[in-house]
């Protein structure tokens, strides 16, 4: 009996082995599968999730910021709630702007040269007075003999989408007309917009450096002929916010397809042509076919069919400034 009880004990064990083992492999699967099935209820259904814009910041009322990559599963409820909103949460930042310091003047030999007598010095100048509420905001005039206040500072906004601004009250109609040029093919690239004080002295005082290099003067020189290219601070309607440099800096931008579609439209959206190559005794500054000013709908039209330069228009509308 003994012996009998023994080779039964034997037959049994690789039995209770393969049974126990059969029983922890269904174990191991059915955690498995639950695992799966908790997954793939959790996350409601992967779509939702791919459908969202690359490498998102998702974030909830501005306090937890959770980055979703693709092909992770941070797929939990609280995830998927946050992604409801991330349209707006992921709008775009303005891009920065790698303003370009100034004008790089392509010299044109049939350009007159500017009458470098046109240079007074900052405490010989007028400072304009700048009255936000004046009717004739839009007309005021800064040039090498007129300055703004140095404190001044407008309220801006971003002009197209860019990073670039320009005075709040001017920035939409750059807009539009960047939006109606972009219907005709052509796009308007912001390059210089509104400038501050700070920035534009260090322009003008790079310019000096580069005038005196290139063309072999002396500071005093190089002083006025700079002048000519990048307004000292406070004499650049850039420091208004009421100017926009657009598509390029060199004097063949006059010969381009947008500066034909500006010469035809910009007055529809209130700018005009400010450095025309035949104004600059009046002016003071060199042409420039890329620099846009902003004067107002209800004037850029009267002020491009006069052919007048603005100091001229006004002084012949007898309007002061
Ligand atoms: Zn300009």
Request: charged share 25%; net charge negative; hydrophobic share 35%.
């Amino acid at each position: 009996m003994k012996s009998e009880a023994k080779r039964k004990n034997k037959k049994s064990d690789p039995m209770d082995i393969i049974i126990k083992l059969l029983i922890v492999a269904c174990a191991v699967v059915g955690v498995v599968l639950l695992g799966m099935l908790a997954v793939e209820f959790f996350s409601g259904g992967e779509d939702e999730i791919d459908g969202q814009a690359e490498n998102t910041t998702v974030s909830t009322s501005g306090q937890d910021i959770t980055e979703y990559i693709p092909g992770e599963s941070v797929t939990t409820e609280l995830n998927i709630i946050e992604t409801e909103n991330t349209e707006e949460e992921t709008t775009v930042p303005p891009t920065s702007v790698p303003e370009t310091t100034e004008a790089t003047i392509e010299e044109n030999p049939s350009v007159p040269q500017t009458n470098e007598l046109l240079f007074i010095e900052a405490e010989d100048r007028i400072t304009v007075e700048i009255d936000p509420d004046s009717e004739y905001w839009s007309l005021v005039v800064v040039n090498i003999s007129r300055q703004m206040p140095s404190d001044y500072v407008p309220k801006l906004a971003n002009v197209a989408d860019t990073g670039y601004q320009m005075d709040v009250r001017v920035a939409p109609y750059y807009t539009q007309m960047y939006n109606a040029a972009l219907k005709d093919g052509i796009r308007l690239t912001p390059v210089s917009g509104y400038r501050s004080y700070e920035r534009q002295k260090n322009n003008y005082a790079n310019r000096i450096e580069i005038c005196m290099d290139e063309y072999n003067l002396t500071r005093e020189e190089a002083r006025k002929k700079a002048a000519t290219i990048v307004l000292p601070a406070g004499t650049s309607e850039h420091n208004l916010g009421l100017a926009m440099d657009i598509c390029s800096l060199k004097t063949s931008f006059c010969n381009t397809k947008e500066y034909a579609w500006l010469v035809e439209h910009a007055h529809e959206y209130g700018f005009i042509n400010r450095y025309a190559e035949d104004k600059q005794h009046i002016t003071g500054i060199v042409y420039e076919p890329w620099h846009w000013r902003f004067v107002g709908v209800e004037y850029a039209e009267d002020i491009k069919n006069s052919g007048l330069s603005l100091e001229e228009w006004l002084d012949s509308k007898g309007i002061a400034y």
